[in-house]
T-cell receptor
């Protein structure tokens, strides 16, 4: 039973445009959400997070939006750059519960020049 | 030196062999994790440890065991490797809940 789902295995975006990566979750006990970025032959690296008490968190070109009623979050990258080409993983945690990250399947983002 | 070091980086082993993957960290974190990555399945948790005396099974612990030798070291063993354990394995650390994990560079394991 996949509690965190990224339904798009891949996404291709033109350089300079907005990239939108989506993630859905089923467990209403999740209260903390994170995005990780992974390059080939490297481990995932933390990108941005959001607590369930917020609906938006911004860090430079990266913004994460959380819609708790829909159990949906998204990562917006504006403007997209070639170095953003990577696999992006959505993850969720229960700060007062299990306290271990549950990851989605990942979305491969390709930025085209 | 990397904050989280995994050895070996690549390994090919035969079915039925015992193999150990090692992880060490210099972050001083109490919490350590082992995940495996498979195409289309993302990262799945194998085992985790919140301190030296605490070991917990993750969602896919069957066929694996772990040892937390010290705060800085967390090893994953495959007692009798099988081909469907071919995957990319990641070790990670964190200081507490609500803080992003720091991952190692991974071990690519192939069981033939």
């Amino acid at each position: 039973d996949q509690q965190v789902k990224q339904n798009s295995p891949s996404l291709s975006v033109q350089e300079g445009r907005i990239s939108i990566l989506n993630c859905d979750y089923t467990n209403s006990m999740f209260d903390y959400f994170l995005w990780y970025k992974k390059y080939p032959a490297e481990g995932p690296t933390f990108l941005i997070s959001i607590s369930s008490i917020k609906d938006k968190n911004e860090d430079g070109r990266f913004t994460v939006f959380l819609n708790k009623s829909a159990k949906h979050l998204s990562l917006h990258i504006v403007p997209s750059q070639p170095g953003d080409s990577a696999v992006y993983f959505c993850a969720a945690d229960q700060l007062r519960g299990a306290q271990k990250l549950v990851f989605g399947q990942g979305t491969r983002l390709t930025i085209n020049p | 030196d990397a904050d989280v070091t995994q050895t070996p980086r690549n390994r090919i082993t035969k079915t039925g062999k015992r193999i150990m993957l090692e992880c060490s960290q210099t972050k001083g974190h109490d919490r350590m994790y082992w995940y495996r990555q498979d195409p289309g399945l993302g990262l799945r948790l194998i085992y985790y440890s919140f301190d030296v005396k605490d070991i917990n099974k993750g969602e896919i612990s069957d066929g694996y065991s772990v040892s937390r030798q010290a705060q800085a070291k967390f090893s994953l063993s495959l007692e009798s490797a099988i081909p469907n354990q071919t995957a990319l394995y990641f070790c990670a650390t964190s200081p507490s809940a609500g803080v992003g994990y720091t991952f190692g560079s991974g071990t690519r394991l192939t069981v033939v």
